[in-house]
């Protein structure tokens, strides 16, 4: 919450607030994760009752009570984000994964540069909404799997959600599809970034049968068998 600009008086009174917040999202790690982002725009005591006005708890059995808590969590978060940086979580919802920088700027349907795009990638990883990944391959950014589905559904809901797959499919396609390098290290290399791919490169194959828009791919991509 500090790291997010939040000022905090921990006094008893305080303590107990967080204490009640904390058991309303059932002490679940991203729920937290996501409140502690949220105390930067609210106090622990507001956060709780908007949490309690808002909750409908769907069920009776403990899972799904679970997943109507990190539901919410979300959906704050996403509340908190400004109209452009909303439309950028529902753009990255068909990625699968650890993604690079430069497919999500590609994803991007406007002409902004991607210069404008990170600091909105910012915002979500300020938010814990998107994680940042450092790997051998550069940074990437991935979701969990509950901010992707709100986020699919967020993008489905505003007509999006295709036109995102679409756009995604093809970056990743042409990614795949790059000449190979003559040097065995750089090959090994390429086989080894593809590998951490194959969740996005599964999406794409998967959205290209579904929409019947299916597209050659070269012979012997050894992706292609394990996707």
Not at 65 to 94: F, G, H, I, N
Not at 106 to 131: F, G, H, Y
Not at 181 to 205: C, D, F, K, Y
Request: net charge negative.
């Amino acid at each position: 919450a500090v790291e997010g600009g939040a000022r905090l008086e921990l006094d008893d009174d305080a303590l107990l607030e967080i204490e009640e917040l904390v058991d309303r999202l059932d002490r679940l790690p991203l729920a937290i994760e996501l409140a502690a982002s949220a105390v930067a725009f609210s106090s622990p005591h507001q956060l709780r009752r908007d949490l309690d006005r808002g909750a409908v708890m769907r069920a009776a059995r403990p899972s799904r009570r679970r997943w109507s808590t990190v539901d919410e969590m979300v959906e704050w978060a996403y509340d908190l984000l400004d109209p452009v940086s909303q439309s950028l979580l529902r753009v990255m919802s068909p990625c699968r994964g650890p993604t690079p920088f430069e497919a999500i700027a590609e994803m991007w349907p406007t002409e902004a540069s991607a210069d404008d795009v990170q600091p909105l990638v910012a915002e979500l990883v300020r938010l814990n909404l998107v994680k940042v990944e450092p790997g051998a391959h550069g940074v990437k950014y991935s979701l969990l799997e509950t901010v992707r589905h709100f986020a699919q559904r967020r993008a489905s809901e505003a007509q999006e959600f295709d036109d995102a797959s679409r756009r995604h499919r093809n970056w990743f396609l042409q990614w795949s599809e790059a000449p190979p390098v003559v040097e065995r290290s750089a090959t090994l290399t390429r086989a080894l970034a593809q590998e951490e791919q194959i969740g996005n490169l599964r999406a794409a194959l998967n959205f290209s049968a579904a929409s019947g828009e299916l597209r050659s791919i070269s012979a012997g991509q050894p992706w292609i068998e394990a996707a």
